[in-house]
């Protein structure tokens, strides 16, 4: 994924004629906490925190936004070609809440806001576990899914304890997360093990059973 | 994982009788798009945001915040005890920037950040994918890592057409994480399901190998 993918192109951009309080407006009509400053061709020279200007009195709002501005070289910039994984790398390292976008020439054409990076990983964390689960099935040609569930209730016996029904097991998937039960297992590796775990299980059951057969 | 544990206690809050240039000037300060109005308990009463300061000519800014916060009505807030989930989901639907978090009496304890949330997601997309074939060895006892590795060549071959050798795939994970992989595999399922397959080749090899000694 690169950043051009993740950017929001319908951004506020400002000037570097505008005067403060025309940036202020601006800023407060759009609901944005930061603008890039460009030129007449698009490029970036400059970008405006709602922060920096909150200090300022009535007669430097009527000043042009250029003496208020951070310099071009100070501004963390991302290029639309970036993986998507540097505008994280950026925003966690720096606590920035937007980052401009250039392209290759320089020009400003988006903006990666901090909700939009939160909301493309927590995708990653919604998946329901239930898919995994039925994945997991499928590359176990020949295994049911009831098979399934009663080798995860024997797994979660021999792992935790606790006793289970497989339909309870069943129901229990139904309604988490990935993300939640990560955290319940204790980390990717261990959810990891565990599904692979009851994958085992699940065939040295199916084989017993047609020895015994 | 809980919010109390993702908040961040070291964070600014201000009285509703602070003036809107005291307020402004403690936000440039501390570096802080918005702050929690508190009583003298620490009982939130309201929320201030640097946008809606920028906006106010240096008159009003002699007045006391009260009269500019938002109401606590309309507030959006977590409990410390809520899930941390339930914090992403707030910052992602009203695009906010951070929220404040009260224990069950209604004070003030903590804020969440959207970087901080940033920070705590992205920890899952970077785990080495390394790690995951070594769980999967470690689950497939008998396995050994070479073993591993050629079966993960195998179905490369299978999958993609692509010739790769045992010794380039061990090079190509261990340069590679978790976030990446998925991305590469076309989503969460087809990587895990890849993973499925690979154990399977590798355990059919070794019991081929056997029954031809």
């Known amino acids: 994924m690169k950043v051009k993918e993740l950017m929001d192109t319908n951004f506020l951009k400002v000037y ?52 208020f501005m951070h310099d071009v070289d100070k501004v963390i910039v991302l290029n639309e070609n970036d993986e998507a ?40 964390y919604d998946i329901p576990v239930y898919k995994l689960f039925k994945t997991l099935q499928e590359q176990l040609r020949g295994i049911t899914w009831e098979e399934l569930m009663e080798a995860a209730a024997i797994v979660t016996k021999q792992t935790t304890g606790e006793e289970i029904t497989p339909e309870e097991y069943e129901r229990r998937i139904k309604n988490a997360t990935f993300g939640k039960a990560i955290w319940a297992c204790g980390g990717l590796e261990k959810f990891f093990a565990g599904l692979i775990r009851i994958g085992e299980v699940a065939l040295a059951r199916k084989v017993a059973k047609k020895r015994g057969m």
Request: net charge neutral.
């Open 85 to 124: 994984r540097e505008a994280v790398i950026k925003i966690v390292k720096y606590k920035v809440v937007s980052i401009p976008v250039v392209n290759n020439e320089g020009k400003v054409v988006g903006i990666v806001r901090n909700c939009d990076i939160t909301k493309t990983l927590a995708k990653l």
């Open 16 to 67: 570097p004629d505008y005067t403060v309080e025309e940036v202020a407006k601006l800023m407060h009509e759009k609901n944005r906490y930061s603008a890039p400053v460009v030129d007449e061709h698009d490029k970036l020279v400059g970008w405006v925190n709602a922060i920096d200007l909150l200090i300022l009195n009535d007669e430097d709002k009527k000043k042009e936004i250029k003496e």
